[in-house]
């Protein structure tokens, strides 16, 4: 916005401040003096942004509002100031008047406003019709005022709704000039922006603004040259998007870049040549080059001047595009014979400050007569090609004819003004003017060409022509997706609506074909919305449950309208984040289990698992017991739980008789936060083992050490009654005599008992029930049965291993209880001549035992002897016979020498003594042994005199009998012995 420019008197009243980059040196904004009292006038617009436009319309229409008093009768009065200084004093008064009637208006009813009005501007200006006609006419013009700031605010409300700024630059700003504060205009924190992310996007490859996010400033990010963004193009408006990663939101920036006087104009050729034929008669025209200058505004080309020769003057010429076109014009005759040629120098300028010019030398060759000139068959030539027309395709072909002959007819075409992008797309063909194709065309580019052609025959006369070339859109652009911003992760209690992706999707192709339709793939939570003109948002069209779905993978599909349509894809890959959403379940609804009595303290009961369906530290389940209380004592104290695994052991060791079941809770609980848990419920069964022997009640036991061994031989030796039952002796077989009753503390099969006699003084008198311990008569007794009959019965139960008990049950054969008495009576006193009879016994054990013991104790002293007689030394004569044989020929056993190869002996024993044998080889000497020598003769040596000693034998036994006859006069006896008992 541009404020206006007020007289001295009313500037001090208006307070609009200098926009952005009048503020900002770095901007190089331009900002110059104008005006009579040199107020400043800023020719930068002022960036758009919330409130910004309404604001500066405000201030500026305000400032004349504010001194022309938009009220009523005050117009008047404001209008009224140029009328003199008395006008000022009467309008003051008036002024002063009309506050006076306000405050006694008030005790009135409030009158039409019309009316107030006219009474006001007849107070004010003194009445008349006149002036009254001037007051309705300002009252309308500041009506349509102040609709047209009631329009601007709207205006400025729907930028400001839709949160676009609008920035304006010159061009040619160095790197990092500041743009726009758009922390400031959107209203956005510093801190927020780094730590949300924000960015500035654009689109194209190439980034021309950048954030500072220290700052928030906007500023440029590369040098910007508006010739070679916009060329010609009156307005020239770079777009971007600032983008807030964190809030998921997209603001839409433009920049306008203004233009400044950096380029000069120039001419094509700086060498120019025209010929032209000394017939031309004077004010003949001849079209020259133009010049071309980038700039656009009062900094593009606006004024030609020719130098040089007085008989040409320069004619500009104004065509329907409003191009100042130069036209040399013939202001002389010319004369070849005077001056052959002529020199001129053709200048251009521009309308910068300072001005920039640009000089072109014009040859003019004087030529012998050429009467006609050439004539294009067409003033425009139009021509419409598709884009994807094929190079070296020809566009069309412009004609013209000239009717001389010879050189003159002779027409040849150029392109006198061409750019340099179009030079690089069309070819003209000078003979045939033929306009052909030698680069691709793009739409997207340019779709619109217009050319200048020339046709100059040989003589110097020429003729222009106009080709416009418009060129139609083809589809030939897929829509593009960019991703802007994207979540890579989203919890899963992600409300519904949450954006996950900023996408960008542009289709450069124009109509149909770049109107694109977006869609998602099927089956995923999510759905597209419009953010902002080709912005789509990507947001959760429902809760996210990661358990049935931990990531995806949505592709986002683009087509456009063409015929047939392009297509393209994005993909976003996004994982859902885990939340404690999930309580641990457990595989079963109830537990339950067995545990036998007697168990061992810390046995394994069973496990009890459950499972979380969430992820990592949501997922870890621990395990608990509940409190609760057994038997008085806490439930801990009886089984605990593994916290990881979920075991659960037996503490103590359980008794069926004591506590038969237990029931307790197992409570999991997952890692979360906070911890989700369920219950389950543990039934433990105390299986029974049969730990416990049946006992008898009945018969009871009898007091006493001797109570098992019957009714009677209790400690004190008195008479005991329990167990005796009386059975007449006229009883009839099957008769009951007694019921041996016991009970098993067991459960079951433990506590099934049985019955059997095990004992009994007649075996075949009485019997017992198996299941009912029953004692029954088996036969009618007899007269021969004794009085007296004790029975054993035993109990037992069907455990494995069956336990057992006994029972003595005394059974009398008596037809009264005076005869049951006296049978007891009588049956007493034979007691103590069996205490006599076991200790009798005693002692016959006693004594046969210390026979044992003194027989043992012979034995041995029998054996201490003989070893004694057999350690001691030989006579002494005995050695003396034996002097001269040497000592290696004996060997001491038993006291006795012998010679060592003088006999061998064959021993063969068997298990049978009978048939055991010992046979005696023959020696070298004798195959005997002599007898042992009476005391008083020398021994003789073996083998000497065997004969003699064989005679001398009593009996004439050899010696072998002798020796079996008296074993003890053979001296070798120890020597035989020893050898027997050595192989045995």
């Known amino acids: 916005m541009r404020c206006r420019q007020f007289p001295r008197q009313r500037q001090r009243r208006c307070s609009v401040e200098p926009c952005v980059q009048c503020r900002a040196a770095a901007a190089g904004a331009a900002v110059h003096r104008g005006g009579e009292e040199g107020a400043e006038r800023c020719t930068q617009p002022r960036p758009l942004r919330p409130g910004s436009l309404a604001r500066s319309i405000a201030r500026c229409v305000g400032v004349r509002a504010g001194c022309e008093r938009p009220r009523g009768a005050v117009r008047s009065c404001s209008e009224a100031e140029g009328g003199g200084r008395g006008r000022q004093r009467q309008c003051k008064r008036s002024r002063s008047r009309r506050r006076r009637r306000e405050r006694s208006g008030r005790r009135r009813r409030r009158r039409n406003g019309a009316e107030a009005a006219s009474v006001r501007c007849w107070r004010c200006c003194g009445g008349g019709g006149a002036v009254r006609e001037m007051c309705a006419a300002r009252e309308g013009r500041c009506g349509r005022r102040q609709r047209a700031l009631l329009c601007c605010v709207l205006v400025a409300a729907w930028e400001a709704a839709r949160g676009q700024l609008r920035y304006s630059v010159p061009e040619e700003l160095p790197k990092g000039s500041f743009v726009g504060d758009v922390a400031t205009d959107l209203a956005l924190e510093l801190a927020a922006l780094g730590a949300r992310g924000a960015r500035v996007v654009s689109p194209g490859r190439t980034q021309y603004f950048a954030l500072h996010a220290s700052s928030g400033h906007l500023v440029t990010a590369e040098r910007i040259d508006r010739e070679q963004l916009c060329e010609k193009e009156p307005q020239c408006v770079l777009r971007c998007e600032l983008i807030v990663e964190g809030e998921m939101k997209v603001y839409a920036i433009e920049v306008e870049i203004m233009d400044i006087n950096d380029n000069a104009p120039s001419f094509k050729n700086m060498e120019l040549e025209e010929k032209i034929s000394e017939m031309t008669f004077a004010g003949a025209r001849f079209p020259l080059p133009k010049a071309h200058d980038q700039d656009i505004g009062t900094n593009s080309l606006q004024s030609y001047t020719l130098s040089g020769d007085e008989h040409f003057s320069l004619s500009v010429q104004a065509g329907a595009d409003g191009e100042k076109r130069p036209e040399l014009v ?319 052991y037996a503490l103590r060791s359980f008794d069926y008789e004591e506590v038969r079941e237990v029931e307790l809770w197992v409570r999991a609980e997952d890692g979360g936060a906070p911890p989700l848990s369920s219950n389950v419920s543990v039934r433990l069964l105390i299986a029974d083992e049969n730990d416990n022997a049946p006992q008898v009640l009945y018969p009871p036991a009898a007091p006493g050490p001797g109570s098992g061994v019957g009714a009677w031989g209790s400690a004190s030796g008195a008479w005991s009654w329990a167990g005796v039952e009386l059975a007449p002796r006229s009883a009839e077989p099957g008769a009951l005599v007694a019921k041996v009753v016991a009970v098993d503390a067991d459960a079951g099969q433990n506590a099934w008992l049985s019955y059997e006699l095990a004992k009994a003084t007649e075996p075949g008198l009485f019997r017992v029930g198996l299941h009912s311990g029953e004692v029954r008569t088996a036969r009618s007794p007899l007269a021969r049965d004794a009085a007296r009959h004790s029975l054993v019965v035993v109990v037992k139960d069907r455990g494995r291993p069956a336990l057992s008990a006994t029972a003595t049950l005394t059974v009398v054969l008596a037809e009264s209880v005076a005869e049951l008495l006296s049978e007891l009576g009588s049956a007493a006193a034979p007691a103590e001549p069996a205490g006599s009879l076991t200790r009798w016994l005693v002692l016959a054990v006693a004594a046969v035992s210390c026979l044992f013991l003194a027989f043992l104790l012979l034995l041995l002293a029998l054996r201490l002897r003989r070893w004694r007689r057999s350690r001691l030394p030989p006579p002494p004569s005995a050695g003396a016979a034996l002097r001269g044989v040497p000592a290696s020929h004996f060997v001491g056993i038993d006291g006795v020498r012998a010679f060592l190869r003088s006999y061998s002996h064959d021993v063969s024993l068997t298990a049978d003594s009978r048939k055991s044998q010992l046979r005696c080889a023959g020696g070298s000497c004798c195959d005997t042994l002599p007898a042992r020598p009476p005391p008083d003769e020398a021994a003789p040596l073996r083998g000497e005199d065997a004969a003699a000693h064989r005679a001398a034998e009593p009996d004439g036994l050899p010696v072998s009998a002798a020796t079996a006859a008296d074993p003890d006069s053979l001296p070798s006896r120890s020597l035989l012995s020893r050898c027997v008992a050595s192989l045995l």
């Open 330 to 648: 013939l202001a002389k005759a010319l004369d070849r014979e005077e001056a052959a040629f002529h020199e001129l120098l053709l200048r251009a300028s521009d309308g910068g400050d300072p001005a920039r010019t640009g000089t072109a030398r014009i040859r003019v060759a004087v030529l012998d007569a050429n009467d006609n000139a050439p004539a294009f068959s067409q003033a425009v030539y139009t021509v419409r090609v598709p884009e994807d027309v094929p190079v070296g395709s020809t566009l069309l072909t412009v004609t013209a004819t000239d009717p001389d002959d010879g050189i003159n007819g002779n027409i040849q075409y150029s392109f006198p003004e061409i750019s340099d992008k179009a030079s690089n797309i069309f070819h003209l063909e000078p003979e045939t003017g033929a306009i052909r194709l030698v680069r691709n065309l793009d739409f997207e580019e340019r779709s619109f060409y217009e050319l200048e052609v020339q046709a100059r025959d040989g003589g110097g006369l020429s003729d222009t022509a106009k080709v416009s070339i418009s060129v139609t859109d083809v589809n030939d652009n897929a829509p593009e997706i960019s991703v802007r911003s994207a979540l890579s992760e989203i919890s899963e209690d992600a409300a519904p609506g949450t954006v996950v992706a900023l996408l960008h999707v542009q289709d450069r192709d124009s109509g149909a074909n770049g109107e694109v339709r977006c869609s998602l793939g099927e089956g995923v939570p999510f759905r597209l919305e419009r953010a902002l003109d080709d912005y789509y948002s990507v947001v959760t069209a429902r809760e996210l449950d990661r358990e049935r779905a931990s990531e995806y993978n949505v592709t986002v599909r683009a087509a456009d309208g063409g015929s047939p349509a392009l297509r393209s894809g994005a993909v976003l890959a996004l994982r859902v984040l885990d939340v404690n959403d999930n309580a641990p379940v457990f595989a079963e609804a109830r537990y339950s289990a067995r545990l036998p009595e007697n168990n061992a303290e810390g046995a394994l009961v069973l496990t009890v698992r459950a499972w979380d369906a969430d992820w990592g530290q949501n997922a870890r389940v621990r395990y608990r017991l509940r409190e609760g209380r057994l038997r008085g004592a806490p439930l801990s104290s009886y089984v605990s739980v593994q916290a990881e695994t979920g075991a659960l």
